[in-house]
C-alpha cells in the first residue's frame, strides 16, 4: 500500500533519529578508544605503544570505514584484534613495561603474526557472517510466509474468491 | 408471547365453511327470498328462517361490499336497542353459498305490518291518526336517537312501518346500512343537502331528521309526495323561489294545526326549523312559537349569469357549479372583491376571505382548467356557505366526503378519481374549508379531519393518500383488495390472518401487500404509516425493502395481538433467504440462514425482524468485505517480498550479519581474557 505523506514524514523522523543515535555511538566509540589509548599512555608509554601498533588494522577500519554499518563492522575488528593484541599487553605488563619489553614484541614475528591475525580472523567473520545471516533470513522468511499464505487461504475461504480482487 | 388470537378467527371461519348462509348457527339466510322493498343503497335484502323460534320475524340485509355502513350507529343500536326503531340483531361475516366470497350480513328485526308509503298509496291518513300513532312513534324514536348523539337520516314513507296490520304504532325502518341520506330521495332532505350527491350528504344533524319529519308527514297528508314531473332543477329552483314546503305541498294548502306542524318542520331555515322539543309540544295540543335571524339569501340586486337573472344565492352557486368555465370566465371579468361587497351587503367581507377566494383576473394556466374549476368551487362555497362542496361534477356535504370516496372507488371510474384528488389540492377543499367553517357548522365540525387528509393526499403520496382517506373516513368499509376478492374483510386483525392463509400459496409476497391493504393497515393500525413510508423509501433496494416489509409485518403481529404468524414467517424467511445467500461472509451467511430456517417455522414474525436485519448485516458484511481486500492485498504484498530470495548484500543481512560478527568478537575477547587469567594462576 503507498505510504501516506504522514506515514513518510514519521519515518524520516525516525530514521533522523537513529542516525542520530548511531552517530552519537561511532563518535562515542573513538572517543572511548582515544580516552583508554591517553590514559595508557600517561601509565605506561611502551604498552600504549604496543596497543597503537597491534590495533592498526582496527585503526585503518575507524578511519577508513565510511559504510552505514561502520560501527558494527568496527566493535568486530577491534574485539577480534583485541584479542590478539591482550596477551602481548599483559605479559608486557606483567614484566613491568619497559621500553626494551616493546621492542622484543615488536621483533617477533609471532607476535605480529597473532595480532593481525586475529584481525584478519575478524575481517573473514565480517565477510562471511552476512552470508550465513541471509541463509539463516531465507530460512525465516519462507516460514513466515507460509503462515501468512495460511492465513490468506482462511480469509478467501471465510470471503470468497472475490476478496482476491479476481471477477 | 404471542395470543392465540388468529385461532379463533380460524375456527369462526371454519364454521362458517361447515354451515353457509347460517347466522350465529341459527338463524338462516333465505336467498329464495328477497325482499326488494328492504333493500338500500348498502345492500340486498333476503328473508330469515329462525331455526329455534320460528315466532320472531327478522330479514337479511347483505351488504354490498364497496359500501361503507353506519357502524357507529349499528355498535350502539346492539348495544342499547331503540324502541320504536327495527334495530339490527346480529352482524356477521358468511359465505352465502359454499364457494360464493364471504359477505357481511346484518340481521334487522322485521316489522309487523306495511310501510307507511304502502298504506299511503291507498289512501291519505288522517290528522287524527298522525298526531296520536303516527308523530309520536317517531318523535319517540328520533328523541332517543338524538339523545345518543345520532342522527337517523332515512325518514320516509316508505322506511316507515306499521309495528301491526291494525295500523296504529309505527316503528322506523333501517338506517344503518347504508351511508346517511343515501336512500333518500332529494326531496325528503332540506335544501343544503338535496343538492349534493346521494352517497355524499352527510350525517347531518338533528334538523335533517325533522326536515325529513316534515316531508313524511307532508306526504301523509297529501297521500304522496313527488316532484311533479319536475326535474331535480327545476324542483330546487321551485323550492328556493317559494320555500320547501310550498313547492312540496304544490300549491295545496294544509289547515290548521297540521298545517303549522309542517310549516315549521320544512322550513328551509335551520334556524326557523321545528325541533323535537316543539314537535312534542305540539303533539301535546299546543302550537309553539318561535323566531330567529335568518340568513339572508338574496342578492342585493340580481346578478345576470348566462342572459339568466339570480336572486338567489343557492341558484347562482348551484347554476356555477354546473356550468364552471363559464362562470370562471365570468367571476375572472369582475371586480370580485367590490362586486361580492356591493351584491351581498348582510355579510363582511374581509381581506383573509378575498385571499383565500383568489379571484384574479389572470386567465387559468392550467390545461385542464383545474384553476377555474377551483376557483368556481371556492366562489360557490362563499356565495352559498351551507351548501355542499361542489367541484367539477362532485357534490359533498362536509360531512358526507367518506361515503363519497367509497362510491367513487367503487364506480371503478378513474376520471373521477383524479377529480377527488384535484378535490384535496390546497386551493379547494382546505381553502373551502377556512372559507366556510365560520358560516357551516358540519364544515366548523368536520373541517379538521378533512384538512388532515387533504394534508396527507397532498403530502406527495397520490392515490395510496386517497385509499387511505377511504378507508380512515369510512370505518366500516371492507378493504377492497382485488386479492381479497374471496373475503370479506373489515378489521386488520382479520386482514392479517386472511394475509397469513393467502401467503401459503402466494408467488409473491409484494402483490399481496398492494396499495388497499396497505391503506387499509395504514388508516386503521396506530403507526403503521411510518413502516409503509419506510417500505416506500427502500423501494429501489431489494435488501431494505424485504427488511422494511419483516419490520411492518412485525409490527402488525404485535400492534394487532395476531398470534402466530406461520405461513406469512414462512414466506418471509423464504424470501429472505436469497437475499442472505449474497451475504459474502461464509459464517455470517451460514448463521443467518440456519437462522431463517429456524424462525421461519415458528410463526413470530417480530423475533424474525429482531434477529434478523438484513439491511444491517448486508452494510455490516460489505464493510467487513472491503478490509477482507485490503488485508489480502496486504498480504499478498509481504508474501511476495518474503518468498524473495535474501542477498548477503541486502542491508539487513549484512546488519545481522556484523552484528553478529560483533557478538563473537567480544566473545572471542571475553574467552582470551579468562584463559589470561587461568593461565597466569
Request: include cysteine.
Amino acid at each position: 500500500m503507498a505510504k501516506t505523506g504522514t506515514d513518510r514524514k514519521e519515518s524520516r523522523k525516525k530514521e533522523r533519529k537513529a542516525g542520530k543515535a548511531s552517530g552519537q555511538r561511532s563518535r562515542l566509540t573513538p572517543f572511548l578508544i582515544y580516552l583508554c589509548l591517553g590514559g595508557l599512555l600517561f601509565v605506561s608509554p611502551p604498552v600504549a605503544g604496543l596497543v597503537f601498533l597491534g590495533l592498526i588494522p582496527t585503526f585503518v577500519v575507524l578511519f577508513v570505514d565510511t559504510t552505514p554499518e561502520k560501527v558494527a563492522r568496527l566493535n568486530t575488528m577491534f574485539s577480534f584484534n583485541l584479542s590478539g593484541v591482550l596477551p602481548y599487553m599483559v605479559d608486557m605488563w606483567e614484566k613491568g613495561g619497559r621500553m626494551v619489553h616493546l621492542m622484543e614484541v615488536i621483533s617477533d614475528l609471532v607476535a605480529w603474526t597473532v595480532m593481525l591475525g586475529a584481525a584478519g580472523l575478524g575481517a573473514a567473520t565480517l565477510w562471511l557472517f552476512p552470508v550465513l545471516a541471509a541463509g539463516v533470513q531465507q530460512i525465516l522468511n519462507r516460514e513466515r510466509a507460509s503462515r501468512l499464505e495460511k492465513r490468506r487461504d482462511e480469509l478467501i475461504d471465510e470471503w470468497g474468491v472475490k476478496v482476491t480482487g479476481s471477477p | 408471547m404471542l395470543s392465540p388470537a388468529s385461532q379463533n378467527l380460524e375456527s369462526i371461519n371454519k364454521q362458517e365453511e361447515d354451515q353457509p348462509g347460517l347466522l350465529d348457527g341459527r338463524y338462516s339466510v333465505d336467498l329464495a327470498t328477497p325482499l326488494p322493498h328492504f333493500d338500500t343503497a348498502g345492500g340486498k335484502a333476503y328473508g330469515v328462517i329462525d331455526l329455534k323460534d320460528s315466532s320472531r320475524r327478522y330479514y337479511a340485509l347483505v351488504h354490498y361490499k364497496g359500501v361503507p355502513h353506519r357502524g357507529d350507529v349499528v355498535a350502539e343500536l346492539l348495544r342499547v336497542p331503540v324502541t320504536n326503531l327495527l334495530n339490527p340483531i346480529l352482524q356477521q361475516v358468511v359465505r352465502l353459498k359454499a364457494g360464493e366470497p364471504e359477505r357481511l350480513v346484518t340481521l334487522i328485526e322485521a316489522p309487523g305490518g306495511p310501510s307507511l308509503g304502502s298504506v299511503l298509496s291507498r289512501l291519505p291518513l288522517s290528522g287524527h291518526r298522525l298526531r296520536r300513532y303516527v308523530v309520536p312513534g317517531i318523535v319517540q324514536a328520533l328523541h332517543v336517537l338524538h339523545g345518543k348523539g345520532l342522527t337517523y337520516r332515512a325518514l320516509r314513507p316508505q322506511n316507515v312501518f306499521f309495528s301491526s296490520n291494525s295500523l296504529e304504532d309505527v316503528v322506523l325502518g333501517d338506517c344503518f346500512t347504508a351511508p346517511p341520506g343515501a336512500d333518500q330521495p332529494a326531496h325528503f332532505e332540506p335544501l343544503e343537502k338535496s343538492v349534493a350527491d346521494p352517497m355524499a350528504r352527510g350525517d347531518g344533524d338533528q334538523s335533517t331528521d325533522m326536515y325529513a319529519l316534515g316531508a313524511t308527514l307532508l306526504a301523509c297528508h297529501l297521500g304522496n309526495l313527488s316532484q311533479g314531473g319536475r326535474t331535480d332543477e327545476q324542483f330546487f329552483n321551485a323550492r328556493i323561489a317559494q320555500g320547501s314546503f310550498w313547492a312540496l305541498a304544490a300549491g295545496t294548502e294544509v289547515p290548521g294545526v297540521t298545517g303549522s306542524l309542517l310549516r315549521g318542520l320544512l322550513h328551509d331555515d335551520v334556524e326557523e326549523r321545528w325541533t323535537l322539543k316543539e314537535t312534542s309540544v305540539w303533539v301535546d295540543a299546543a302550537v309553539p312559537r318561535r323566531r330567529a335571524v335568518s340568513m339572508n339569501w338574496s342578492f342585493a340586486r340580481p346578478v345576470l349569469f348566462r342572459r339568466l337573472s339570480y336572486s338567489d344565492r343557492r341558484l347562482l352557486a348551484r347554476d356555477f357549479s354546473i356550468y364552471p368555465l363559464e362562470a370562471a370566465t365570468f367571476l375572472r371579468n369582475l371586480d370580485f372583491s367590490h362586486w361580492v361587497q356591493t351584491m351581498m351587503i348582510t355579510e363582511t367581507f374581509n381581506d383573509r376571505l378575498e385571499s383565500l377566494i383568489s379571484a384574479r383576473k389572470d386567465r387559468d394556466l392550467y390545461g385542464n382548467r383545474h384553476g377555474d374549476h377551483a376557483l368556481v368551487a371556492r366562489v360557490c362555497a362563499h356565495v352559498d356557505p351551507l351548501g355542499p362542496v361542489r367541484f367539477r361534477g362532485l357534490s359533498f356535504s362536509a360531512d358526507g366526503v367518506g361515503p363519497a370516496i367509497a362510491e367513487i372507488f367503487a364506480s371503478g371510474d378513474e376520471s373521477r378519481q383524479n377529480t377527488l384528488l384535484e378535490v384535496f389540492d390546497s386551493t379547494v377543499l382546505p381553502a373551502i374549508i377556512d372559507i366556510s367553517s365560520d358560516r357551516n357548522t358540519a364544515m366548523a365540525i368536520n373541517g379538521p379531519g378533512l384538512s388532515r387528509m387533504a394534508h396527507i393526499v397532498r403530502r406527495g403520496k397520490g392515490e395510496s393518500g386517497l385509499l387511505y382517506c377511504l378507508y380512515a373516513m369510512n370505518p366500516t368499509l371492507p378493504c377492497q383488495s382485488p386479492k381479497l376478492a374471496d373475503y370479506w374483510v373489515g378489521t386488520p386483525q382479520r386482514l392479517i390472518f386472511i394475509l397469513d392463509i393467502l401467503a401459503a400459496d402466494s408467488s409473491d409476497l409484494s402483490s399481496l401487500l398492494d396499495p388497499h391493504v396497505l391503506a387499509f393497515f395504514c388508516a386503521r393500525v396506530d403507526r403503521a404509516q411510518i413502516f409503509v413510508d419506510r417500505m416506500e423509501l427502500s423501494r429501489n433496494d431489494p435488501v431494505r425493502l424485504m427488511t422494511a416489509v419483516t419490520a411492518f409485518l412485525a409490527h402488525l403481529q404485535v400492534a394487532l395481538n395476531a398470534g402466530p404468524l406461520k405461513n406469512l414467517t414462512a414466506y418471509l424467511s423464504k424470501s429472505m433467504r436469497p437475499l442472505a445467500e449474497r451475504l459474502k461472509n461464509k459464517h455470517q451467511r451460514e448463521d443467518t440462514i440456519a437462522k431463517l430456517e429456524r424462525l421461519g417455522r415458528i410463526g413470530d414474525i417480530q423475533e424474525l425482524a429482531g434477529s434478523v436485519n438484513l439491511t444491517a448485516l448486508t452494510a455490516f458484511d460489505m464493510k467487513a468485505f472491503l478490509e477482507a481486500e485490503v488485508k489480502i492485498a496486504a498480504l499478498r504484498q509481504t508474501i511476495n517480498q518474503l518468498r524473495q530470495p535474501v542477498s548477503p548484500s541486502s542491508p539487513s543481512a549484512r546488519i545481522s550479519g556484523y552484528r553478529a560478527a560483533a557478538a563473537i568478537g567480544w566473545l572471542v575477547v571475553l574467552v582470551t581474557i579468562m584463559a589470561l587469567t587461568l593461565g597466569g594462576k
